[in-house]
């Protein structure tokens, strides 16, 4: 994978959010972030266990909890150009073995949940896993795929870009958000996060960069579509569909040629498929061999 900051372009951000202690009796609790010439900026909380670093460039940063004599430690932390906002917690204080197992526990119920559709179920699980590990970005993510069972669009991108902030380099959360954003009607929004998946994982660029395309097409950029799709099919992985949509792109570009060969990829890879008539009939319009 690629690294994020590849396309992280520097410019003034903030990263806040709140900080927990579990503990019965806690020390001073501090939030450190590590700057990219390895100084430190310290922020005391709050009320409400608030706290907020402004004017940070975008980037990557380690962040640091301290409170008391224990440290809790945020290798990767993005903070992009609209800022973060992150609900951290201090763990409990437990053996590591112990903590690690209850996290592996909860995780692994809240998944099975997710999968099962289970969704108010799979939440309480996995906010239960944020105890042991407030920045565990897999935790965020499922969360994230929860609230778009229940349909709660606006709070599902929340937790996908706080999965996004503390798992930078995975190229499947960028992806998750860029979906949301699409159902939201944010389709330049969404087309941005899809392309990022695609920079940071260019093996999965054929759903990533057919997911952008499909965001281009609903903006009316015919051209920026089909050259997302285009790149997409030059995975071998790529979903078929995404032949028959670079098809119809260039069909309304007046690129007869293009069109009809993309068709016709769509048909010998999916002869029976959803769109095969359609291809058909527009294969013949376009003055192709007609088809059976």
Known sequence: MTSILSFVVAAAATLSGTV?????????VTVSVVLADGSKRHAELQGGGRFEFSGLETGVYEVRIKSGKRTFILPRVLVEPNGIHLPLAMPPSMKEEDRLAALDAAMA?????????????????LTGA?????????????????????????????????????????????????????????????????????????????????????????????????????????????????WF????ARMKSGLTEGAISALQAYLAKEPDGPFAEIAKQRIEFLGGLRLP
């Open 20 to 28: 927990s202690v579990q503990d019965a009796k806690p020390g001073k």
């Open 109 to 125: 119920s809240g998944r099975s949940q997710v999968r099962g559709g289970l969704w108010r179920e799979a939440i309480e699980s």
């Open 130 to 242: 944020l105890k042991y590990d407030s920045g565990h970005a897999a935790a965020w993510a499922e969360i994230s795929l929860a609230r778009v069972g229940l349909g709660e669009l606006d709070e599902a991108l929340a937790a996908a870009n706080i999965a996004i902030a503390l798992g930078p380099d995975e190229d499947s959360y960028f992806n998750n958000a860029g979906s949301i954003l699409y159902r939201l009607g944010r389709y330049a929004e969404a087309a941005e996060r899809h392309q990022a998946a695609a920079e940071l994982n260019p093996d999965g660029r054929g759903v990533y960069l057919s997911n952008a395309a499909a965001s281009y097409v609903a903006l009316g950029r015919t051209s920026d579509a089909i050259r997302a799709y285009e790149a997409a099919t030059s995975d071998p992985n790529c979903p078929a569909s995404s």
């Open 245 to 248: 949509h670079l098809g119809i």
